[in-house]
């Protein structure tokens, strides 16, 4: 359960915060300092910035302002230790799972605000302790008079109002404190970030991404998706039906062919999303996930982090899978210059280790027959050409945030399949999606509401 704690909503309540941190990364480097010293070792500014008490220290603040501040710890880690250094990307993955939830004196102000002195009056039972929290808001479980249940969703108060001055103040504490090497140019994804907490901090734009995944899945019965209540929806509050499956993770226990159904259903599903429909649910935690084995149906939860994909991009994509499937090393670079990854005045070098990056990130596609995600070793291949890649360059550039999102989606999807141990083919689903004109896709993405209006119709 996460630990309360109420929310600081002034600016420069949350300044001070971040001021806090400030001096205390300072104090941090100052002490290992002094203990490097004693032992006889000379450190760069560097290793004293970037120690694993430092990188606690920012994740642990970001956690408790919550808000933008968090979700710019939750990109930043999206990184995955190739720009990044590993210690701080690994702390700031923490935030993907800790939160603190808000008390009840600031959670009923929000609720009233929302529904009315007397909104107490619609329910049967309104459970005032979360069943989740996160980085803009916290889950709450409800029964409505007629009996139904309901999953509420309630923004944390004061963070619309704090994600710009957020995102800019932390972007101006990685700059002086040095968590982020100078070379780095993360601006384009704090921007991004900006736009894209803005979207998620209107719970509308939420119920518009539940409706268009309700009726792209309509008529797939592995798939379910809790329906939108609109007359119990604002902009701070997101009212759903509420779904009653186990954590996914608990397939985990089953013999292999539910384990395996399920893997090809999530890998298909995010094929789908990415070269099909054009909307993708980028936020990876497993507790977005839920299986109800009486009917052996995946349950999807939270789209806020929903996130659209132009048909430029689809097709970049597409034509960058297709070359790691069957092309060669020019094929390669030259889609990776499409989607991002490179640029055509990069050092050869640098474009060869991320040919050999995406090549090695591809594998699971480009095997015949099954592939194991129990008992790859692919994840730490990975991690050892990132390490190769940090040591013979000093410069790496962040790709696009909406490439960085993908990663998001796509690294948090392979350690599911990893955890429930899957054997599936892979490149069998991959197929249709390489092969796949994109007519299909553009009528796809025509079926999906883009206002709210269109949405209540």
């Known amino acids: 359960m996460a630990t309360e704690r109420r929310v600081t909503t002034s600016r420069i309540g949350r300044l001070t915060m971040l001021g806090r941190l400030a001096t205390g990364i300072a104090g941090g480097a100052v002490s290992e300092g002094a203990r490097q010293l004693m032992r006889g070792q000379t450190p760069s500014a560097g290793d004293l910035l970037l120690t694993p008490a430092n990188a606690r220290r920012l994740a642990d603040r970001l956690s408790e302002m919550r808000g933008a501040a968090m979700k710019v710890g939750q990109l930043l880690s999206m990184d995955s230790g190739h720009v990044l250094p590993p210690a701080l990307t690994e702390m700031l993955a923490r935030l993907r799972e800790d939160a603190h939830s808000m008390p009840l004196g600031q959670l009923a102000p ?32 409800a029964t409505l008079k007629d009996g139904r249940r309901l999953a509420v969703k309630i923004q944390y108060p004061g963070i619309r109002e704090s994600i710009d001055s957020d995102v800019d103040n932390v972007a101006t504490l990685l700059r002086i404190t040095g968590l982020v090497p100078e070379e780095i140019d993360f601006e384009p994804l704090l921007e991004e970030a900006k736009i894209q907490l803005h979207a998620e901090a209107d719970y509308r734009q939420e119920a518009l991404a539940l409706t268009g995944f309700e009726r792209l899945l309509a008529n797939d019965d592995r798939f379910e998706v809790p329906g939108v209540v ?15 499956g186990q954590p996914v993770e608990t397939i985990a226990d089953q013999p292999a062919a539910p384990r395996d159904t399920a893997a090809s259903a999530l890998v298909e599903l995010a094929m789908r999303e990415v070269f099909d429909w054009g909307i993708v649910q980028t936020d990876p935690n497993f507790a977005n996930y ?38 060669n090393d020019t094929d390669i670079a030259s889609a990776a210059v499409a989607v991002g990854y490179l640029a055509e005045q990069d050092q050869e070098l640098y474009a060869n280790d991320v040919v050999a990056l995406l090549r090695t990130a591809t594998e699971p596609v480009r095997q015949r027959g099954d592939y194991r995600f ?14 190769e890649m940090r040591l013979r360059n000093r410069f790496g550039r962040l790709p696009p945030p909406g490439v960085l999102f993908l990663h998001r ?43 709210v209006e269109e949405t209540a119709a």
């Open 230 to 244: 609109e007359s119990l929806t604002t902009p701070e509050v997101l009212s759903m039906s509420w779904l009653d």
């Open 374 to 387: 129990g008992v790859s070793d692919l994840p730490q291949r990975m991690k050892e050409i990132l390490i």
């Open 290 to 327: 839920l299986y109800r084995p009486a009917t052996r149906r995946i349950q999807l939860l939270d789209f806020g982090a929903a996130r659209r994909y132009p048909e430029p991009e689809r097709i970049a994509l597409r034509t960058l899978l297709a070359a790691c499937t069957a092309g």
């Open 409 to 451: 989606k796509l690294g948090g999807l392979y350690l599911l399949l990893a955890r429930l141990r899957a054997s599936i083919s892979v490149s069998g689903i991959a197929r249709e999606f390489v092969d796949t004109a994109t007519a299909d896709s553009d009528r796809a993405s025509a079926t999906l509401p883009t206002t």
């Open 110 to 141: 929000v609720l009233q605000q929302a529904w009315g002195a007397n909104w107490d009056r619609q329910f049967r039972r309104f459970s005032f302790t979360p069943a989740a929290a996160a980085s803009i808001g916290q889950v709450h479980e």
